[in-house]
């Protein structure tokens, strides 16, 4: 897989750019945002990583001119800046995700591939999980050939446990990472879960949304009689 780095600071991109490739990733840099969006225009990446404050064109101008021209490469911003302002631009002007500088490269590669698993499950367009079906571009859901109908909120949470099968997600990681929510109170998460169950698991059909305790949950397929 190829990734585009848009970054000026010339340090950083030694950095991040050694450690992608240590990652068994390929790597091209792009010293500014007018050069880094003809790159990202023209060529062929699984992932743009890009800075907001570069020469000649700043992020935001970048991610927005990309998905103005129909770009749908996943984007992961790099920003200085920590406020909520300045994080929702981002992601209103097209970006995926975004992470604050000064960043762990532990978190920025755990990013990166969360990005591109999830991007890859949505040009398969269907995951299919035991007898749960989503239809990532359609926001439909099926279980056992019955369509279920959710709320946003569930959509995206269901979407987000499928897209991370077998692996946990903490009440925090889904308030701050899949609702971008932060604000919320503790229990929000378990009432969505309690109310994606309900509809999941009608009719006697096995638990798939699993608890683990004191942590979060997890989505795996399992036996009826299996608790939670």
């Known amino acids: 897989m190829k990734i585009l780095l848009v970054e000026d600071e010339a340090p950083i991109a030694a950095v991040v750019r050694r450690g992608l490739e240590e990652a068994r990733f390929g790597v091209e840099v792009a010293p500014d945002g007018e050069t880094g969006l003809q790159m990202a225009l023209e060529g062929d990446y699984s992932l743009v990583i890009l800075d907001l404050m570069l020469p000649r064109r700043d992020g935001w101008s970048v991610c927005r001119e990309m998905r103005a021209r129909r770009n749908t490469t996943p984007i992961l911003m790099l920003t200085a800046r920590d406020a909520v302002e300045e994080r929702v631009r981002g992601l209103e002007t097209g970006a995926d995700d975004y992470l604050p500088k000064p960043f762990d490269f532990s978190e920025l590669l755990a990013r990166v591939r969360a990005l591109l698993r999830r991007d890859k499950i949505h040009r398969a367009r269907v995951v299919r999980i035991d007898d749960l079906e989503i239809d990532t571009t359609a926001g439909r859901v099926f279980r056992d050939g ?39 109170y503790s229990n929000t998460v378990d009432v969505h879960i309690g109310a994606l169950r309900r509809k999941l698991d009608a009719g006697g059909r096995a638990r798939l949304i699993q608890t683990v305790h004191g942590v979060g949950y997890t989505l795996r397929a399992s036996s009826p009689e299996e608790g939670a």
């Open 146 to 184: 019955r369509e279920l109908f959710l709320s946003p909120r569930e959509y995206t949470l269901l979407e987000a446990l499928a897209l991370n099968e077998g692996r946990v997600l903490t009440r925090e990681m889904i308030q701050e990472r899949v609702w971008r929510d932060g604000e919320s």
